[in-house]
């Protein structure tokens, strides 16, 4: 199941650069805003690895918690950003898809 959705992060954020980076806009492939899908998709990443960790051994460590929810962090932030305008100093697509890259190639080693 891990590698599933490591398959699928990889060209997620892949088209979240592109649209950031005004290279092609992909809503015309997908009518939904890519960013939002991709922060969503990072937080049930997140979700799901915390409850498959926590059912497999049994119990996470304290670190294993706080590593998931610092995944979590951009995808939290962007969704919060959409009905709570946040004033950020920095543009939150881009890091999403800096972490569901990493994710994703973390996912399949």
Do not use: C, R
């Not at 990072?42 to 926590?54: C, N, R």
């Not at 962090?73 to 305008?85: Q, S």
């Amino acid at each position: 199941m891990s590698k599933i959705l490591s398959l699928i992060a990889i060209p997620l954020s892949i088209f979240i650069a592109i649209k950031y980076f005004k290279i092609y806009d992909v809503s015309t492939i997908i009518p939904y805003d890519i960013a939002l899908l991709g922060a969503l998709f990072l937080i049930a990443m997140q979700v799901l690895s915390y409850i498959t960790i926590h059912s497999f051994n049994e119990g996470t460590t304290f670190m294993g918690k706080l590593i998931k929810t610092i995944l979590a962090i951009p995808g939290i932030l962007y969704a919060v950003n959409i009905f709570y305008p946040l004033n950020l100093g920095f543009d939150l697509e881009i890091i999403v898809a800096i972490f569901l890259f990493t994710e994703g190639l973390y996912g399949l080693h």
